[in-house]
């Protein structure tokens, strides 16, 4: 709806004419007859308050203006379109105070984005994760039926129940990887920031798969100065590297070769994880940070494909990055640059 503005004198005009007036009455008091003098203070007390009658309307106005304007800013905001009295950037008091709405509107507008996007965030991980555990926890009812419901000898019975701890020990580690994920996903997980050894990182997460190396008789070798020292959360960062060496260890053929390497880079520092494994083709170096991918390559080696992405997500977090580049049938490099600060 329209407002009617009706123009009127500024106050500043009508305050310097009563002004004027009453210093004419002051000096035309002595040369005045009687009746003069009473004409002089009644056209005097007309102009007084015509004054004071005006600048109390404009004040009024201006305040009804003021409340109108505001009213429209938030209704605009409220229906999610702009304001039509925008006057954002007018030097006035409604200026400013449109200002401070459309800034708390701003922050309401990114809660409200970065709400979706959670909530996007939980509704995949939940998809994801009913998709992920029903082949496990299947392949357990099932054996678990045929336990109860069939005579069995105890060479058949004992060969369910390998099988059946090898689902639980897939069940288990896909639950906690889960974990992980969604604590990176949702950012409930805190980074613990200082300068560390980066030596002793990379042994933390040799350690963790030294063993299964071992097993495919696969040489390990780690070339890092163990005075270099980094700012890193050292925990999370074994965790990253650990996920790419157990990949490494898990795709190169027996007899194979493992190798770490650190040197500095520009503004990083560079780990590079070395396998002589079968290689990723180059159409696939973003798909392998994917999350749940798994190569057709990798269709008979255990795993969920959550490795490499758990890796890349903490790297990334720490305000690095994660390269690859591999040769078919020679192997593999991921390069791990952490920031020096």
């Known amino acids: 709806m329209k407002r009617l503005h ?68 938030v209704d605009a905001f409220m229906d999610g379109r702009e304001p039509l009295n925008n006057r954002i950037y007018e030097e006035t008091q409604t200026s400013k105070v449109q200002g401070k709405l459309m800034q ?84 409930t997980f805190s980074l613990h920031m200082e300068s560390n050894s980066l030596y002793d990182t990379i042994a933390q997460a040799v350690n963790g798969i030294w063993a299964k190396a071992g097993q495919k008789k696969i040489q390990i070798t780690v070339d890092c100065d163990s005075r270099t020292a980094v700012k890193h959360d050292a925990k999370w960062t074994a965790e990253a590297l650990g996920n790419i060496l157990d990949n490494a260890v898990k795709y190169t053929p027996e007899g194979g070769t493992v190798s770490v390497s650190v040197r500095p880079w520009q503004f990083y520092t560079r780990i590079d994880i070395s396998d002589t494994g079968p290689g990723i083709e180059e159409k696939h170096y973003n798909d392998v940070f994917q999350r749940f991918y798994r190569g057709q390559e990798a269709a008979s080696m255990e795993g969920v494909g959550l490795g490499l992405y758990l890796a890349r997500s903490i790297i990334v977090r720490q305000k690095g990055y994660i390269s690859v580049k591999s040769k078919i049938g020679k192997g593999t490099t991921f390069s791990v640059f952490l920031l020096d600060y």
């Open 104 to 187: 708390f509107y701003d922050c309401m507008q990114e809660d409200r984005r970065q709400s979706e996007q959670d909530k996007q965030v939980i509704q995949e991980l939940v998809s994801d994760i009913s998709h992920q555990v029903k082949t496990p926890i299947a392949n357990i009812q099932m054996f678990t039926s045929i336990l109860q419901q069939h005579h069995l000898s105890d060479e058949k019975r004992a060969e369910f129940l390998t099988t059946m701890s090898v689902q639980i020990h897939k069940l288990d580690f896909l639950m906690q990887s889960l974990i992980k994920m969604s604590r990176l996903e949702t950012g």
């Open 6 to 73: 009706i123009r009127c004198l500024p106050v500043n005009i009508l305050l310097s004419m009563t002004a004027v007036l009453l210093v004419l009455a002051g000096l035309m008091w002595s040369y005045l007859p009687p009746a003069g003098i009473r004409i002089l203070l009644i056209v005097t007390g007309i102009a007084v308050f015509l004054f004071v009658s005006l600048w109390n309307w404009q004040q009024r106005r201006r305040q009804s203006d003021f409340a109108n304007d505001i009213c429209e800013t």
